[in-house]
């Protein structure tokens, strides 16, 4: 008797996201006439932020923004990067978003001016079109013909593969070369296989299984596809988006040879390698070819710095001057500093928001406010969804008096220490009760209480 077949259910391969500090924000909830609802896209108040952030995007859209700059002024917690972030969803995945925070550029292996350089570089996008010819269809022959070893002995090579291709205008044959058929065998192509052969470079695609053959029983898992339409040999046009980033890394790593010492020189070399100017601007020069030629589009996207006023005197600097330079994104700041001294000026008078004031005369303010006892409510109700918890109604009333109170970040984060001491104290599907919250709101201190503590004892080092 023939050993039965262990089969086993394939679960699906949806992969669970770790729910982040901003997962809830989907938009900026904006209607079509630019007017931001209460609540929408889990984005929560801030109406006026929204509004003005919303133009934003739509002049970044029409390639009107580059160059310019906005600043996000507002208390902790007030959502300055849900708003970035928002931006960012708004503008969707084609179009260049690069967030950091001010203290990243610092390095000791890249000057600072080098690390806001290379994010400048990152956040600007370049389309590049072209059109390629290509042999397309299902495989209906595969023959490779040998030849004899012009190295002599007994062994023959492969001299040239025999290829016919059939779409649903016609049949093709194609004599290909030796290299090819590698090609082909790495893809591992068989007879129904739907292909396509790029004419210019040899390159082979395996696409799938021609549907067709979507009947016959197969032990393995087939990807069926229909058969190309059109004629075999035809011209493709394909999009590849980049940015001046990659194109400066592609052209400043140096193409070593394969003796040793050429090996050796690229293991001793540091990792990371700072890009010349020189080389910027001739990358800079092909770009603008390319652009007037009509082959590639400048798409100009967001960088985004969060606690700008982390940056130094130096790095304001030359990111005045990087403003002013012709190929240059939005950039969105992000500060919740009042007047503070700006680093590395401690012996000049304090300035707004940590920002020296020749370039807070460039700036676009948005403000944002502190939320409203109804706003929070609402935000801390979201991120119960968001979360998948179960939270009682007089459990959320008690967290948003705790966001009113002290703060909305500190009230958002006993979300889920409450949830597992509900499950530990038995709650009935495992909902947070008020006495949950009461619990972790003294196992858990805020700022506040904390430093009161640190007030009435002489502190923790003797």
């Known amino acids: 008797m023939a050993a039965a077949v262990p089969i086993s259910e394939v679960k699906g391969n949806t992969r669970e996201n770790r729910t982040a500090a901003h997962s809830h924000i989907k938009g900026l909830g904006v209607d079509n006439e630019g007017r931001a609802k209460p609540a929408d896209k889990g984005f929560v108040g801030q109406v006026a932020a929204r509004e003005a952030c919303s133009l934003v995007v739509s002049l970044v859209q029409a390639k009107k923004m580059s160059g310019r700059a906005v600043l996000l002024a507002g208390g902790p917690g007030t959502g300055k990067t849900a708003l970035a972030l928002a931006v960012s969803q708004e503008l969707g995945s084609k179009v260049p978003f690069c967030p950091i925070v001010g203290s990243e550029i610092y390095s000791a292996e890249v000057k600072k001016t080098e690390a806001l350089m290379e994010n400048f570089r990152r956040a600007i996008g370049l389309r590049v079109k072209e059109t390629k010819e290509v042999y397309e269809g299902e495989v209906m022959e595969l023959t490779p013909e040998e030849a004899e070893n012009p190295l002599g002995g007994y062994g023959r090579t ?15 044959k194609l004599r290909l070369d030796p290299s090819i058929y590698e090609a082909i065998q790495k893809e591992r192509v068989r007879l129904g296989d739907v292909i396509y052969i790029e004419a210019n470079t040899g390159a082979v695609k395996r696409v799938g299984r021609s549907d067709a053959y979507a009947t016959e029983f197969d032990l393995e898992a087939e990807e069926y596809v229909p058969i190309p339409k059109g004629d075999v040999h035809k011209k493709k046009e394909i999009v590849q988006d980049v940015t001046l980033h990659d194109l400066d890394v592609a052209n400043a790593r140096p193409q070593g040879g394969q003796d040793i010492m050429s090996m050796m020189g690229q293991l001793m070399k540091p990792k990371k390698t700072e890009i010349t100017e020189k080389l910027r601007l001739e990358i800079n020069k092909v770009v603008n070819k390319y652009i ?4 590639a ?3 100009p996207g967001v960088l985004f710095i969060d606690e700008v006023h982390m940056l130094d005197l130096e790095a304001f600097t030359f990111l005045n001057r990087a403003l002013e330079s012709p190929l240059s994104p939005l950039v969105i700041l ?10 590395g000026g401690e012996n000049l008078p304090p300035s707004a928001h940590g920002i020296p004031s020749d370039l807070l005369a460039r700036l676009l303010i948005i403000p944002t406010h502190p939320y409203t006892p109804q706003e929070i409510n609402s935000i801390i109700s979201t991120r119960v969804k968001t979360e998948g918890l179960a939270v009682s109604p007089e459990a959320i009333d008690k967290v948003s008096q705790l966001g009113e109170k002290v703060s909305l970040r500190y009230a958002l984060q006993l979300l889920a220490p409450a949830s597992v001491l509900a499950k530990v104290n038995g709650r009935e599907n495992g909902q947070v009760q008020i006495d949950d919250v009461n619990e972790c709101e003294g196992l858990f201190l805020d700022a506040r209480r904390s430093a009161q503590n640190l007030a009435t004892t002489k502190g923790f080092i003797a």
């Open 292 to 295: 007037d030629q009509g082959v």
């Open 158 to 172: 492969i001299s040239h593969l025999l290829i016919t291709l059939k779409s649903a205008k016609g049949t093709k």
């Open 334 to 343: 992000a500060s919740n500093r009042g007047l503070t001294h700006i680093r």
């Open 297 to 299: 589009d400048l798409v």
